[in-house]
Every structure is written in C-alpha cells, then in structure tokens.
C-alpha cells in the first residue's frame, strides 16, 4: 500500500500545527494587554505623569519577558507589534527625561521591532514639542526637535530595508514630513521669541 507512512506523518503535522495554533492564539490574545499597558505609559507622558508612565512601562516588560517563553522558532513574529510599542514607550520616556535612548540589546527586543518602534517615537516627539511650546518652553521644544530630526536621519536608510522590515519606508516618509513641520514651526516660534524680545528692549 502506497499510503502506509502518510497517515502517521499527517497526525504527527496535525498534532505539531496544532500546538503551534494554539500558541499563536494565546500571543496574540494576551499580548494585547502589552500593546494597552504602552498606549497608556505614551499618554501619560505626554500628560507629565511620568510615574505613571514608568510604571505602565514596567508592567508591560514583565509581560513581554512571560509571554517571549511561549514566542519560539516562528512564532516570534507574533511579538513584533508589541515589542515595537515597548520601544516607543521606552524612548518616549528616555528623551522626555533626557537620558539615553536604550540600545535594543537593553530592551531585548527584535531588530525589527526596535526599529519600527524608533519611527513610532517620532511621531510622539512632534507632540511633544507642540507641547512644550504651548507653554512657551522654546529651549525644551528645540532639545526634543533636535533628538526627534536626529532620530528620523538615523532610521532614514532604513527605508531599503523595506521588504524585511515591514512599513519601514512608509514610516520614514510619513517623519520627513513630521520632521519638516516641527521644523517650520520650531524656525516661526524662534522668530516670534526673539520679536517679543526686541520689542520688549524697544519699550524700555
């Protein structure tokens, strides 16, 4: 009988698919809460609850390090959008403190993951400093802008990377334009600063 080894071979691939299913679900169910944990740590930044923020972080790490012990082989893809929230979060907060932003070796994540969440942190770096000049903290404004256009020529030859590290090079394009915006505005407040300057001597 030609079919004699197919039927134990297929229970055998049916048995391992299996687990690696239920694997997959159980990623992509609970590392949700990762996904929450960051969103809330990135808000309450940018609301200057830096305790907060810190300590949703925190939580988030201890979720990432439980559920990479299910993330094997192939599965790792799987913890890619909540490691590149991690990285966001974890920059966010670097910069905001005006420390170092962690290598990914420090955060233990994928290459691709801490890329990706390198471009995300871009993005919150232009709230950043809309925030900061809203209450006319020019100095800070032009630090965060300096760190985010450092940032974004980095990551910018990331962009051949495209096809291995997905969305890479719509991320660079939507910063340059993040970047050129922040830039306009920083170069308009400075003018308006140094106009309320002179105006100020002129009154004396």
Same mark, same amino acid.
């Given at each position: 009988?030609?079919?004699?080894?197919?039927?134990?071979?297929?229970?055998?691939?049916?048995?391992?698919?299996?687990?690696?299913?239920?694997?997959?679900?159980?990623?992509?169910?609970?590392?949700?809460?990762?996904?929450?944990?960051?969103?809330?740590?990135?808000?309450?930044?940018?609301?200057?609850?830096?305790?907060?923020?810190?300590?949703?972080?925190?939580?988030?790490?201890?979720?990432?390090?439980?559920?990479?012990?299910?993330?094997?082989?192939?599965?790792?893809?799987?913890?890619?959008?909540?490691?590149?929230?991690?990285?966001?979060?974890?920059?966010?907060?670097?910069?905001?403190?005006?420390?170092?932003?962690?290598?990914?070796?420090?955060?233990?994540?994928?290459?691709?993951? $801490?890329?990706?969440?390198?471009? %995300?942190? /871009?993005?919150?770096?232009? &709230?950043?400093?809309? #925030?900061?000049? =809203? @209450?006319?903290?020019?100095?800070?404004?032009?630090?965060?802008?300096?760190?985010?256009?450092?940032?974004?020529?980095?990551? $910018?030859?990331?962009?051949?990377? %495209?096809? /291995?590290?997905?969305?890479? &090079?719509?991320?660079? #394009?939507?910063? =340059? @334009?993040?970047?050129?915006?922040?830039?306009?505005?920083?170069?308009?407040?400075?003018?308006?600063?140094?106009?309320?300057?002179?105006?100020?001597?002129?009154?004396?």
């Amino acid at each position: 009988m030609t079919l004699k080894n197919v039927k134990p071979s297929l229970n055998k691939i049916a048995k391992n698919l299996e687990t690696v299913q239920d694997a997959r679900e159980f990623l992509l169910k609970n590392t949700r809460e990762i996904i929450i944990l960051c969103s809330k740590s990135i808000i309450a930044v940018h609301k200057g609850d830096l305790v907060t923020g810190k300590n949703n972080l925190k939580q988030a790490d201890t979720l990432l390090k439980k559920y990479k012990k299910k993330a094997t082989g192939g599965l790792r893809r799987y913890l890619i959008t909540p490691e590149q929230e991690f990285v966001e979060a974890a920059c966010l907060i670097a910069i905001v403190e005006k420390k170092e932003i962690p290598s990914d070796k420090k955060l233990a994540v994928m290459p691709e993951s $801490y890329v990706l969440g390198l471009l %995300d942190c /871009v993005g919150e770096l232009k &709230r950043q400093v809309f #925030d900061k000049i =809203r @209450i006319d903290d020019i100095d800070e404004a032009t630090r965060i802008f300096e760190t985010m256009e450092n940032l974004y020529l980095q990551l $910018y030859t990331f962009s051949m990377y %495209d096809k /291995v590290v997905k969305e890479a &090079r719509r991320k660079i #394009d939507v910063n =340059r @334009i993040l970047v050129d915006d922040v830039r306009s505005v920083i170069t308009e407040e400075k003018r308006r600063t140094e106009l309320i300057k002179i105006l100020k001597k002129l009154e004396k």
